[in-house]
Each structure stands twice: as structure tokens, then as C-alpha cells.
Nanobody, 121 residues
Framework: QVQLVESGGGLVQAGGSLRLSCAASGRTFGNYAMGWFRQAPGKDREFVAAISSSGRITDYTDSVKGRFTISRDNAKNTVYLQMNSLKPEDTAVYYC??????????????WGQGTQVTVSS
């Protein structure tokens, strides 16, 4: 069984920053790609960012490129999402996900419970 627990969400003004964390347990964290997704009210869940098991490869959706940075610390079994220059349209529940590889991140097998990010204008 895999457990993913997100933290770090909250309310921030437009232009501000937040850092999300996702702590993983239950298996060898360093063998798996990790990702972040988000779901805004009334919308489908969408991909935000992913990072390979080694941390050498990252991928971002176009709307967050240059503003968000995904990173991981395999010694701490934790993945992070640094979010800068936040916009109201970034408001969503953010979910951490785990998959065997970057290609498999299209349909991750494991999800966290989500953390709310609200950006006020």
C-alpha cells in the first residue's frame, strides 16, 4: 500500500508564492516518478508537473512553465512544488501522484488526498 500526504496549501494573494510538499511512504520512493495534478471547481483534473525517479527529467503544463518548479528529495521521500507568481486561475485542489515512470504519469496508480490552493485577486 502506498500513502501520499500533501501539505502546504492555503490562501495567497495574486503574485504570491506557496510551496506544496508530498510525503510518500509504503515503498521505494526513489524508484518512481512523481507528479502534481490539480482540479478547479467544475473542471476536470489536469496535469501540472512531473519529475522522474532520479530528478533529472521534469515536465510541466504550459500554463505553469516559468512559474512553478517541481523537485524531489529521495532521502526524505518527499516531492515539492514551488509555485511563484500565482494567479487566481491557479486556484484548485492540488493532488500528488506516483507512477512507475514518466510515461505512466498519464494515468498514475496512486493519489494523495489533495490540498486546497486559493489565490485571491
Amino acid at each position: 500500500q502506498v500513502q501520499l500526504v500533501e501539505s502546504g496549501g492555503g490562501l495567497v494573494q495574486a503574485g504570491g508564492s506557496l510551496r506544496l510538499s508530498c510525503a510518500a511512504s509504503g515503498r521505494t520512493f526513489g524508484n518512481y516518478a512523481m507528479g502534481w495534478f490539480r482540479q478547479a471547481p467544475g473542471k476536470d483534473r489536469e496535469f501540472v508537473a512531473a519529475i522522474s525517479s532520479s530528478g533529472r527529467i521534469t515536465d510541466y503544463t504550459d500554463s505553469v512553465k516559468g512559474r512553478f518548479t517541481i523537485s524531489r528529495d529521495n532521502a526524505k521521500n518527499t516531492v515539492y512544488l514551488q509555485m511563484n507568481s500565482l494567479k487566481p486561475e491557479d486556484t484548485a485542489v492540488y493532488y500528488c501522484a506516483s507512477a512507475p515512470g514518466m510515461q505512466a504519469m498519464r494515468n498514475p496508480g496512486y493519489w494523495g488526498q489533495g490540498t486546497q490552493v486559493t489565490v485571491s485577486s
